[in-house]
């Protein structure tokens, strides 16, 4: 029969032995610091009286693109998963000059900085 301190530290021994397999060898992962690029193309055209529909190219980052997150007039308006690279912002006012701009998102939640800004006009 093992005394109590010896299955403690077999415990011990084991629970460290796990905690370096899934760190890999005892090291750490580094954190996701870099941003994505910001996405270029950035186009705006107005779909109806109330909605436009705004489109970009891809943009690009040392670990993949999450997503990208869509501002008028430089508050959030939407966001979509990374295979899109459109989308329609509704709920606008008819006669109305808006302006957008799309940033990319990675999987750590950084954030590219803003595309330039695209000026676009309702109809009537």
């Not at 760190?23 to 270029?40: S, V, W």
């Not at 006012?93 to 990675?106: E, G, I, K, L, N």
Request: with cysteine.
């Amino acid at each position: 029969m093992q005394r109590p301190h010896a299955r403690t530290a077999l415990a011990c021994s084991a629970a460290a032995l796990f905690l370096a397999a899934i760190t890999g060898c005892g090291g750490t992962a580094q954190a996701d610091t870099q941003k994505p690029t910001a996405p270029e193309g950035v186009t705006a055209q107005a779909g109806s009286a109330t909605s436009v529909h705004v489109m970009w190219e891809q943009a690009s980052d040392n670990k993949g693109i999450a997503g990208y997150e869509v501002y008028r007039e430089g508050r959030k308006a939407g966001s979509v998963p990374a295979a899109k690279r459109m989308t329609d912002i509704d709920g606008l006012t008819a006669s109305t000059a808006y302006t957008f701009t799309v940033r990319a998102r990675d999987a750590a939640g950084n954030l590219s900085a803003p595309s330039a800004a695209v000026p676009v006009t309702t109809p009537a």
